[in-house]
């Protein structure tokens, strides 16, 4: 759990920053270090589902591949 807590601190950080450098506005920066996190943190919800399902996918494929001894080509 601390690593997480770092991790956040760390990307809230990163976040501010890079946003105060390139504007020089507190207000914008804190807004884009709160909305930028939160908006990846469901972007990678999505993406992980995503993967997910295309793991459940190839095992499904692979659990209905013929069987062949190694060195052999399958042909169908």
Known sequence: ??????FAITHFSVAFTVVWL???DLLISS??????P??????????????ERRRA???AQQEQAPLVPE??????
């Open 31 to 36: 807004l884009a270090a709160i909305i930028e």
């Open 71 to 76: 060195g052999r080509v399958c042909i169908s």
């Open 38 to 51: 939160a908006v990846n943190t469901v972007a990678y919800h999505i993406h992980e589902k995503i993967w």
């Open 57 to 59: 996918r190839q095992a």
């Open 22 to 24: 390139m504007t020089g």
């Open 1 to 6: 759990m601390t690593k997480t807590i770092t």
